[in-house]
């Protein structure tokens, strides 16, 4: 979503034109493959693979396989195109054009959405022309190349209507509503504890809850076990939201969430009071630490997954939820940590980038 946004400010900033061309180069996937066709740039699809923090035999077969088999479509897709920039939103996917690009000498410029760096961006940082960061705190990583930008978020999110959410989600508009996101894979843990809340918490608020997919079924059927009117009208399951997300964060009264980036960055942009379950095996720990960073500034409450219980997460959203004025604060302290303009620093510096405005001399 990042790399869309992007692409339509750039073209806000070069206007509609011929020269200006687009290509997608990143592994197979059904969402990406969509969603890139929507806004009219083709994709090259190559093999990707990762080094996993633990032992695995399938770091084996990535290593000797799956990453040099991708370096070398990387190769031949950037040696055909040969852009003038390349636009890399980080991660594993991105690590064989990067070293492609790099090879080539096309400037590269990085977007770090996290506090802290993953291996693949730490690595690739060191052949990026300008590394972009959305937490002061990743500057750390690239101290002589980095740049303050924040993390693009949809326009879309911004348009949300309560009234509409209303009726999407058979809300009742008095009623205090929680709105509980897992992730398009969604977050089993977090799942399982909501679940055994659910009975006490329906007592009192209604609940948006996006399980992911492939949940969505089995949760269904243990709902329907366990809930009976009137309380089961008050719970909204869903697997994924994707356009009706923009409705469920404008009803959202709290927002309950892992801690990845581009969640946390919406929830900030949108002015959301929020409850972080950090994902405890997340890589270098980053969603711990993008965490604690709207914790540590009171702009969110955190809740560990080894303290995760249903009696814990009840009384926490008990005690925000029983106070207007401190839902209020959090609201606002989330707002001042959001940069409003990331899409438009982004899309400036990747047009600089490439127009060799940014750092001619490196």
Not at 178 to 206: C, D, F, H, M, T
Not at 208 to 217: K, L, P, V, Y
Request: charged content about 25%.
């Amino acid at each position: 979503m990042p790399l869309v946004a992007v692409a339509r400010e750039i073209k806000k900033i070069i206007g509609e034109s011929e020269e200006l061309e687009f290509l997608f180069i990143g592994p197979k996937g059904k969402f990406e493959t969509d969603l890139f066709k929507k806004e009219g740039i083709p994709i090259k699809q190559i093999s990707v693979g990762k080094i996993r923090r633990y032992p695995s035999g399938q770091n084996f077969i990535d290593l000797l396989f799956k990453i040099p088999i991708g370096v070398v479509q990387a190769f031949w897709h950037v040696f055909w195109y040969m852009p003038d920039v390349v636009f890399s939103k980080g991660g594993y996917a991105s690590f064989p054009v990067v070293v492609a690009s790099f090879f080539y000498w096309i400037p590269v410029i990085i977007h770090e959405s996290d506090a802290v760096p993953g291996l693949a961006n730490k690595i690739c940082g060191k052949m990026a022309r300008v590394v972009a960061v959305s937490f002061p705190e990743a500057k750390n990583y690239f101290p002589k190349k980095s740049i303050l930008t924040g993390n693009p978020v949809r326009e879309t999110l911004f348009r949300g209507k309560k009234e509409v959410a209303v009726e999407i989600f058979n809300l009742i508009e008095a009623r205090p509503t929680i709105l509980i996101l897992g992730g398009s894979q969604g977050a089993e843990k977090i799942n399982n504890v909501v679940i055994q809340a659910l009975p006490e918490l329906l007592e009192r608020y209604q609940i948006i809850h996006q399980c992911g997919e492939a949940n969505f079924d089995k949760l269904k059927r243990t709902v329907s076990r366990i809930l009976q009117p009137p309380l089961s009208e008050f719970y909204n399951l869903r697997g994924f939201l994707k356009d009706e997300l923009k409705h469920a964060f404008a009803a959202a009264d709290l927002v309950v969430s892992r801690a990845g980036a581009g969640t946390i960055s919406e929830i900030m942009a949108l002015k959301k009071p929020s409850i972080l379950i950090p994902l405890a095996d997340a890589a270098a720990d980053h969603q711990v630490k993008n965490a604690s960073i709207l914790a540590h500034l009171g702009a969110a409450k955190v809740i560990t997954e080894q303290n995760l219980t249903p009696h814990l997460f009840i009384n926490e959203i008990d005690y925000l939820m029983r106070d207007p004025s401190v839902l209020e604060d959090m609201a606002s302290r989330a707002g001042k940590l959001s940069i409003k303009d990331a899409t438009e620093r982004l899309a400036n510096l990747v047009v600089d980038l490439a127009c060799g405005k940014l750092f001619k001399n490196k």
